[in-house]
């Protein structure tokens, strides 16, 4: 018997597609976000960070229902996709991707808000002091000077979007192939009569990748942290 | 020409300084911490707008209140930070090359090869800053300003950090800097050896204004900086004519006298200028004899202030130029010394002076 059955790759590479995306699309703008939040004073930052924040303290099933009114095929942003430029997002792995990325994001925003707070802004000033604009001194030295928390804070969104359930499932439902990613699998298994062992690999997989997935970020954050000689 | 009005106020502190600055020079600005030395530094290099005042350097004009406020990014001001601030993502060449890469064209007085040979960077080259000693960091900090193609290069207490012997190392580097720049320097120091080797000229700042400036004799004498540094600041320039030399020893014509000094490489017929010490001045009342090096000149008292309270400075005309000497309030009643009396001053050391004309 091969080590993974036909259901659990599918769901495998399911939920390894959908992270992916969560992340690529969240990351920059949880990069602005945090640059937001960590540099700029403007009235309504602490609402702000609040509602980024929603995620780790609502039920992910509240998440799943605001993004089904707002991206639904009648909601006021999912109705202007489908109309303008026909993409729907609901019971789509895109949506699937959106929903995860949503209960991620707080996730990358904390931890580059955290290395942004420790960047010396002296560094900021010299670049400025050698020539280097707004931009380019946020490409050149702010940017790689952060590089080790957009790094596990992706990792992390990455490892946590493996496993998003009920925003996945009540935005974009548990379509197989579709949106049925390794814990919504987990959860059909377990519902469904003698799926008990498929549930348990499913369970053991999950964890395998929770697991690599904090490894990873931690072992890549400590090389980061050496090649800017803080270790 | 670096020309400077700044006032600006943060909190309770207000700034309200100007001075104006020949170039190539040195300008140390000193005074007590909390004066405004780093705010005016941090105003020149455009890090903060003051509230009114014009920045001009050479010809172009850097800040004019509610006119021109060019940004700190397009100054072209190398600015040496008291920490030093080197990238710690990047090797010392490549924090080298920083400022270098986003220089105007036009501009290319310094090279890497050449900045590197000047600040002896070269073995440092691949390394990373946190592999660096403090004086190293100071020195790639120094090359990076400069390879940015500064045309005013600002240094805020190069060596305040560094012990001792580093920084014994690092001065002949910043001796180096002074004598080949064609560019002003702006140094800001608290340390009296670092003023008195490497200054030209001297503002003094207290309370966010400037109490004097000047050559370092006409503000050593000045009681903000007696205060700022103690009464061993106080020093005359004097100028001098080299007689002959030989072995490192000089023979100088100064006033009517001559003092043998050691002043390392001295022509014959070379004017120099010398920086005298009142602490390296003894006052005589009578000729002095037996002298192993007979340094002395002869002269009157013109004024005879109160330093402490049991030290007084005597200045005395030897001969057409002036001279300070230290004496005890107690020696000085002793002698009976008073404006007029006619002493001897035994110089017992003078140093060749880097700043511009005497004042």
């Not at chain 1, 960070?49 to 089904?68: C, E, N, Q, T």
């Not at chain 1, 000077?145 to 596990?152: F, K, T, W």
């Not at chain 2, 020149?44 to 006119?67: E, N, T």
């Not at chain 2, 007696?226 to 023979?251: F, I, K």
Request: with cysteine.
């Amino acid at each position: 018997m091969p080590l993974l059955g036909a259901a659990e790759r599918d769901a495998l590479l399911l939920s390894l597609s959908v992270a992916l995306r969560s992340v690529a699309v969240s990351l920059p703008l949880a990069i602005a976000a945090a640059w937001l939040l960590t540099r700029r004073r403007f009235i309504g930052r602490t609402l702000l960070d609040a509602l980024i924040h929603l995620p780790l303290v609502l039920p992910p099933v509240v998440i799943g229902y605001a993004l089904l009114l707002l991206f639904g095929t009648r909601g006021p942003i999912g109705g202007w996709l489908d109309r303008e430029l026909g993409v729907q997002l609901i019971f789509t792995r895109a949506g699937a991707a959106l929903a995860t990325g949503v209960m991620s994001f707080p996730l990358i925003v904390r931890a580059v808000r955290l290395s942004l707070e420790g960047v010396d802004r002296g560094l900021e000033q010299a670049a400025r002091t050698l020539g280097a604009g707004p931009l380019d001194r946020f490409a050149t030295i702010t940017l790689p000077l952060i590089a080790p928390g957009i790094l596990a804070g992706a990792i992390t969104a990455f490892a946590a979007g493996l496993g998003e359930f009920g925003a996945v499932i009540t935005f974009a439902s548990n379509i197989p192939g579709e949106t049925r990613t390794l814990p919504l699998a987990l959860y059909s298994a377990l519902q469904t009569p003698g799926g008990d062992a498929l549930a348990a690999r499913l369970a053991a997989l999950s964890f395998a990748l929770g697991l690599a997935g904090l490894l990873a970020s931690e072992v890549l954050a400590r090389l980061m942290q050496r090649r800017l000689g803080r270790a | 020409m670096l020309s400077v009005r700044l006032q600006t106020t943060r909190g309770a502190f207000s700034l309200d300084v100007a001075f104006e600055v020949q170039t190539p020079a040195v300008v140390a600005l000193i005074g007590a911490s909390g004066s405004g030395k780093t705010t005016t530094l941090d105003a020149l290099a455009g890090l903060l707008a003051p509230a009114a005042g014009r920045i001009a350097v050479g010809d172009s004009v850097l800040f004019d209140a509610g006119a021109i406020d060019v940004p700190a990014e397009r100054r072209r001001i190398g600015y040496v930070f008291q920490d030093s601030r080197l990238f710690p993502h990047r090797s010392v060449r490549g924090n080298l090359l920083y400022g270098e890469r986003r220089a105007p064209p036009g501009a290319r007085d310094f090279a890497l090869d050449g900045v590197a040979q000047l600040l002896g960077l070269g073995a440092l080259l691949g390394r990373r800053p946190h592999q660096l000693s403090g004086g190293e960091r100071k020195r790639v900090a120094i090359g990076r300003a400069l390879l940015s193609q500064p045309r005013l290069l600002l240094l805020d207490e190069p060596l305040a950090s560094l012990d001792p012997a580093r920084r014994e190392e690092l001065l002949p580097y910043l001796e180096r800097l002074r004598d080949g720049l064609r560019i002003p320097i702006v140094y800001v120091s608290h340390q009296l050896d670092e003023v008195y080797r490497l200054a030209t000229q001297v503002v003094l700042l207290a309370n966010g204004r400037v109490a004097a400036q000047g050559d370092l004799g006409a503000v050593s004498r000045h009681p903000a900086l007696r205060e700022l540094l103690g009464p061993e600041a106080a020093c005359v320039v004097v100028a001098g004519e080299v007689r002959g030399a030989h072995g490192g020893l000089a023979r100088v014509r100064v006033g009517d006298g001559e003092l043998a000094l050691y002043l390392g490489e001295a022509q014959p017929r070379e004017r120099v200028l010398l920086l005298v010490r009142a602490r390296d001045v003894i006052l005589s009342a009578e000729e002095p004899r037996g002298l192993a090096q007979p340094n002395v000149l002869v002269g009157a008292i013109t004024a005879l202030a109160a330093e402490t309270e049991s030290a007084r400075l005597a200045e005395v005309d030897a001969g057409g130029v002036r001279l300070l000497a230290r004496v005890s309030a107690e020696r000085a009643d002793a002698l009976r010394l008073t404006v007029g009396s006619r002493v001897w001053l035994i110089v017992n050391d003078a140093s060749r002076y880097a700043g511009g004309p005497s004042a």
